[in-house]
């Protein structure tokens, strides 16, 4: 399966997603990454691999403009399955309509609890004792579609939100390539808002 990555930032989900192609752990290719800000560390690391990559800055573009330039450098690499990793900006009707119900995204928190940016922030604020992360499909609201698979880690009284967010992430790195996975093998359907996922056969 050809992937699409989208991000705005460091890009370790997509280096991991990229690892466990490497290691055979994921039956797919990354077949281009886009990002919107040029200074993107994300871009450094598909430069390193040898992955195609292409900047399409935002600033100064509206939504749907930049939306029409990721779609066609999307299509232009047959890109079946679109990975938003750390993409910081919300998808126009027009996208996801182009790649309907084929576009994920992971989220740092359990979903539904704390959308939105700075979710550790926000689950330490609250005091919650679980937190965690959510791999899920792209709809056009903020972190609300269908969810694939979510990971739960504690919240020690000590955290702070960069120890909370280490935990989380290390969890980010696992169940991304592993919804991936499991879309690529078929083993997903979708009832109404609930995915099920059966278990793999290998
Ligand atoms: C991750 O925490 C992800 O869940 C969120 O943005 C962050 C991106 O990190 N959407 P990275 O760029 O993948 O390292």
Known sequence: ??????????????????????????????????????????LEIARQRGIPL????????????????????????GVELVCLAGFMRLLSAGFIRAFSGRILNIHPSLLPAFPGLDAQKQALDYGVKI?????????EALDSGPILLQSAVPV?????????????LAQEH?????AIQAIVEGRVTLEGRTVRIRESEK
Do not use: K
């Open 1 to 42: 399966m050809r992937l699409g990555v989208l991000l705005s930032g460091r890009g370790s989900n997509f280096e991991a997603i990229a690892n466990s192609i490497a290691q055979g752990r994921l039956d797919a290719e990354i077949a281009v990454v886009i990002s919107n800000r040029p200074s993107a560390g994300g």
């Open 54 to 77: 292409r900047v399409i800055p935002s600033a100064g573009l509206n939504r749907e403009a930049w939306d029409r330039l990721a779609i066609e450098e999307l299509q232009t690499h």
């Open 131 to 139: 937190a965690g992360c959510t791999v899920h499909y792209v709809d």
């Open 156 to 168: 020690f009284d000590d955290d702070t939100v960069d120890t909370l967010s280490a935990r989380i």
């Open 174 to 178: 696992s169940i991304y390539s592993r």
